[in-house]
């Protein structure tokens, strides 16, 4: 959004100012790197559960693998279908990981 208005900014007539009244970037960021830890040891926590519960290091391994990889083929369905990432979303994708 900065830049776009650093963009606009010198077409625009000499009497318009713009500001920036509220920035709220820095808490979604702060937000979307919390998510993303929380995705990373939810996964993580999954696998020692699968470990302990059925004491086979295959059925890890697999549960390990499989997480991954369904997160990477979530992301690249929603991009290819054109839905972004919000705290909506990557809250949901912990909820589908942790449970």
Do not use: C
């Not at 369904?70 to 054109?82: A, V």
């Amino acid at each position: 959004m900065k830049a776009k208005l650093a963009e606009i900014k010198p077409g625009l007539p000499a009497d318009i100012t713009t500001e920036i009244v509220t920035d709220k970037s820095r808490f979604i960021k702060r937000t979307i790197e919390e998510v993303q830890h929380h995705l990373i040891l939810g996964a993580i926590l999954v696998a020692l559960t699968v470990l302990l519960f059925m004491r086979d290091w295959r059925s890890t391994l697999i549960a390990s693998v499989a997480i991954p990889t369904s997160i990477i083929s979530t992301f690249t369905l929603m991009r290819y279908m054109g839905f972004t990432l919000n705290n909506i979303t990557m809250l949901g994708l912990v909820l589908a990981v942790a449970s």
